[in-house]
């Protein structure tokens, strides 16, 4: 990563996970081991995509990081809720993450569930509550649900799921438009609303904003052609999760699908596409960039 | 139920079933599955007590129906969410909801999941872009997501879970308390959302707000001992749904705590103290009062 941006994103890290400890609910009325189980997955660290890009997009047009925390901490809630519940057992069946034990795996199947639901119950708490003024709060309560929900990452991972019982057409095409399909949705849609969210937060036009989101779709399924990357070249320890599962399931992947080297061409013509759609912010849209870069280096 | 609140009441029911149905996500983005899945708890019928509740509180306080209609419309969302869950094989694992198979019999396991999250996440959507004006929209979402999360529905949900792993203390006091503070989060906390909601809609002071959120708390109360009272006594048949559960699992409850007579008279009590809170209404309240009374009547 270059050191002007790892600078800022550690900075930026440090104020989230602040922000998200404050932000778990006060045990009192929650249940302790509720409390514990959202925040056992909401700590475990990871590198805070979402919220650093609500944060750089919002100091990007002109806002402050401090305005955008409340967003920020909605969108890594979001995110959460979405591993915990993938990693159920009849979901993706998952036992490890981060290195650790899986929610459910820690917790219990019902714990894990009902974790899930109250990080994603909180995440509309906080932006509601917690944006303002009122008008941009509910805009971005429904920005937020629109790309969290049947339409955007819940859709995707039902699509997900339903790819796993077809086998690929074998036309590369077809097969092509199916992954995009799926990871518009299940990757594509939450992170584009976290660069979204950042704009509205600091008070953009429409058109702005519009120009936010293709940046956040194309980094968007830039990280997904990485991570698939990764599943099939990387390192479990680093990962600290199972590699090479993808391709045990026989599933639809990028590099499955076009091989390593096109693979990576393709995210690295989203990562120009995505840096284009942000150029008219200038020098202040610099901090977006790099990020969308450094999502082609990441080993883990 | 009186014949003039039955009207009414059937007369909201209607609108609201067409709300709900026009409230789904339209398939394109949406797999069709997904879609189904959602469409077939949330259609599956049912009193509608919530939004009903939503739209009565609005009118009583001098706001229309139909602006109280995207309001109304989450609550049951939000609701229909909690039973795919709580019907889980990881929660109460039930096969029968309505006389009909619980949404993971009827779609799988992984999809049930799938679409409480999309119901839950349609809800904050429905209520952030359908509700006006914005500060009203945004009051309304971190309200309800208060009531349905990790200190409200949600740390309900939990707390019954982790009371069916304890023995009763066998102090009627410690297991009575214990007894409400699980309901007036499980069951409570969203019919008193439901009230509140529809007052926010029409306009309402916070003292008019507070009022009609405690007569939904005691509302609520009373329909949860009416409920347990209903699985001690019920039919199975009317029901559509096993009865004699809760028992059969050794669940503390209501009639089990404190015999059939004085869980009737403890409800009676709740309700006329319901009755109370909404007495400032005056003539306007009445179908309010008459939901309340009817709660102790139902017979399903």
Redesign the interface.
């Known amino acids: 990563m270059h050191p002007g941006l790892a600078d800022r994103w550690n900075r930026h890290c440090d104020s989230i996970e602040r922000a998200l400890l404050a932000s778990l ?2 045990c ?4 302790p ?3 514990e189980a ?1 925040e056992y997955s909401l700590m475990a660290g990871g590198k805070r995509l979402r919220p650093v890009l609500t944060l750089f997009a919002c100091e990007a047009c002109g806002g402050t990081a401090a305005e955008a925390i409340p967003a920020a901490c909605a969108l890594e809630m979001v995110h959460t ?1 979405s591993l915990i ?1 993938d990693d ?1 057992p ?2 993706d069946d998952d036992d490890l993450r981060r290195g650790r034990p899986t929610n459910h795996k820690q917790f ?4 894990a ?2 974790a ?3 990080l ?3 995440a ?2 906080i ?3 917690g ?1 303002r ?3 941009v ?3 971005c ?2 920005d ?3 790309a ?5 990452m ?2 995707g ?3 997900d ?2 790819a796993e019982d077809l086998a690929p057409s074998g036309d590369q095409d077809v097969d092509g438009r199916h992954l995009v399909a799926i990871h518009r ?1 299940k990757t594509g849609a939450l992170i584009a609303c976290a660069a979204s969210l950042g704009g509205r937060v600091a008070g953009i036009n429409e058109e702005t904003r519009l120009s936010l989101a293709a940046f956040g779709r194309n980094v968007g399924l830039a990280f997904q052609i990485a991570d698939d990357l990764l599943d099939r070249t990387g390192d479990r320890d680093r990962m600290g999760k199972g590699v090479g599962k993808d391709a045990a399931l026989g599933k639809l992947t990028y590099p499955g699908l076009y091989g390593v080297e096109e693979s990576r061409r393709k995210a690295a013509a989203l990562v120009d596409a995505a840096c284009s759609a942000v150029e008219p912010l200038g020098p202040a849209g610099e901090p977006l960039t790099a990020l969308a870069r450094f999502v082609l280096e990441r080993d883990h």
Chains 1, 2 share one sequence.
Do not use: K, N, S
């Open positions: 609910p006060e009192g009325d929650c249940p081991r509720l409390r959202m809720y519940h159920l009849a979901m219990g199947e019902a714990l569930i009902l899930g639901d109250a994603l119950t909180r509309f708490e932006v509601a509550a944006v003024p009122a008008d709060a509910a805009a309560c429904a937020l649900a629109a969290a929900g049947a339409a955007g819940v859709g991972q039902v699509a799921l339903e949705r």
